[in-house]
């Protein structure tokens, strides 16, 4: 924090000179031991953070590359046309801790190709699929796994 803090400081000041470096180091410093003091911001806080951002930016290069796989995927079935689709709904449940975490696998099933998340209730999901094939797995897929460890972070 206290880097991002004295970064910024120097990003205002449109130039990087000692004088400024310094001034700001000390400005930069006296806030950090405010928000210790009197915001209960402590430097675990800040481990924690980082280790949340740290597992979203998984995520998202997950979903990233399971939305190529899966643009891969649809256009196989598109170009194949011996191939017969077989479409499916199928309906899952999950227990997540957070009704966020619920948002986000359907998001994510949503952003995926071939999938869409017809209905969400509680922790019930109802998702078609392109493929019977993109069916299978689906409650307990790489996106269900991350966040789960995400969920395993203490807050």
Known sequence: ML???????IVLNGKFTWEILTI?????????????RFVEY???????????ILRFLLYTLIL?????????KVIYYIYNSKLEV??????????????GHDVLLAQSI???????????EGNKYTVHCLDREM?????????VKQ???MESDKA
């Open 24 to 36: 700001g180091a000390l400005v930069c410093a006296a806030l950090y031991l405010f928000l210790y």
């Open 86 to 99: 077989e479409p499916r709904v199928v309906t899952f449940r999950r227990n997540f801790k957070n009704e």
């Open 147 to 149: 966040i789960k460890k």
């Open 42 to 52: 402590s430097p675990k806080t800040e481990l924690r953070m980082a280790k949340k």
């Open 110 to 120: 949503t952003l995926t190709p071939g999938t869409i998340t017809v209905h969400l």
């Open 135 to 143: 069916g299978l797995g689906i409650n307990d897929s790489v996106f």
């Open 3 to 9: 880097f991002l803090l004295l970064l910024f400081w």
């Open 64 to 72: 990233i590359k399971e939305v190529i796989l899966a643009n891969c």
